[in-house]
């Protein structure tokens, strides 16, 4: 199935609002463009049909979509749009609309958030985002996969940057379902490497068979770099050739970086991020459990420590 057959068959469908042609020019006027990425633009506007609401508006790049989803043509997979209108829930971006724009782009009309990603927070090393949050963040991004796996679908790229974490709040909302797959065998067989290098799993990089544990793994580096706003895997190399070091040396332990984590956490999430998949956190749920009585992310009530 193709991109357009995909977005024509989701007009049939009752799980949320879909349309047919969304005349972009004429519905919205723009306020900014918001990101570029490899197979999707996207940008944030009012919505005149809608009382002139801000919403995000990701367009995609329907030569690139269709070369991804090309790979599981055969198995009929959900686009990115089908699964995105099934997803409510309070960690999870909401998305009104999907259907084609006038020039022949698929288009995701969704709410959009105003607050920085956690990429942009760790990259930048912008504490006062976080002070005091951390526990309350990495509870907030666990409820968000866990809904997600609970659904019976495997995200595939968990990282920062799909993390946007809401205006003074210690909430955050999951986006980009653009290689969200369903959890079924197979959607899980070898050879689909695809996502954020630095955050991918060593079953990925090695093209090896997949599970939801692909997702634990990522999620595991994520609340590492939150907490020690470094990567586990330290070095120069930030292209895809840094994920082969993966599961060919160890990363850096958290302790060893913020020697005033809590060590029960530090273990948790050591083990979330496991290189061997018969190691790692076996789900969600188990980690969620895990970290139940842990209140703060620094023993004794310590400070955040003080970051160059």
């Keep these: 199935m193709g991109i357009f057959d995909s977005v024509k068959s989701m007009l049939g469908s009752s799980a949320g609002k879909t349309s047919g042609r969304i005349d972009l020019e004429k519905r919205f006027s723009l306020e900014r463009t918001a990101v570029t990425g490899t197979m999707a633009k996207f940008v944030v506007a009012k919505d005149h049909d809608n009382g002139g609401r801000l919403v995000g508006i990701k367009i ?30 309070p960690n999870v971006v909401e998305t009104y609309e999907v259907g084609i724009s006038t020039k ?55 990282c920062p940057r799909n993390f946007i974490l809401l205006p003074d709040s210690a909430d955050v909302k999951l986006i980009d379902f653009g290689l969200t797959v369903p959890a079924l065998p197979p959607y899980m067989v070898p050879g689909n490497r695809t996502g954020t290098p630095l955050y991918m799993s060593p079953e990925i990089v090695r093209r090896r068979a997949t599970d939801k544990r692909v997702d634990l793994f ?51 999430v050591m083990q979330l991020m496991h290189p061997k998949v018969e190691e790692r956190t076996p789900t969600i749920e188990h980690f969620i459990q895990t970290i139940s009585r842990i209140k703060t992310v620094y023993k004794d009530d310590a400070p955040s420590p003080k970051f160059a």
């Design 218 to 268: 990522s999620l595991g580096v994520t609340f590492y770099c939150l907490i020690a706003f470094s990567h586990p895997w330290q070095g120069e190399v930030v292209s895809g050739r840094a994920a082969l070091h993966h599961d060919t040396s160890p990363p850096k332990q958290l302790l060893d970086v913020c020697p005033n984590v809590d060590p029960s956490l530090a273990r948790s």
């Design 60 to 89: 995609l790049d329907p030569e690139k979509v269709e070369l991804f989803e090309s790979r599981f043509r055969h198995l009929k997979k959900p686009s990115e749009g089908e699964i995105a209108l099934k997803m409510h829930h």
């Design 104 to 158: 022949g782009d698929p288009v995701i009309v969704m709410e959009f958030v105003a607050g920085p990603s956690m990429q942009n927070i760790i990259v930048q090393k912008q504490e006062h985002h976080v002070a005091g949050k951390r526990m309350m963040l990495i509870r907030s991004m666990c409820e968000a996969l866990k809904y997600v796996h609970g659904l019976g679908f495997i995200h595939r790229d968990i």
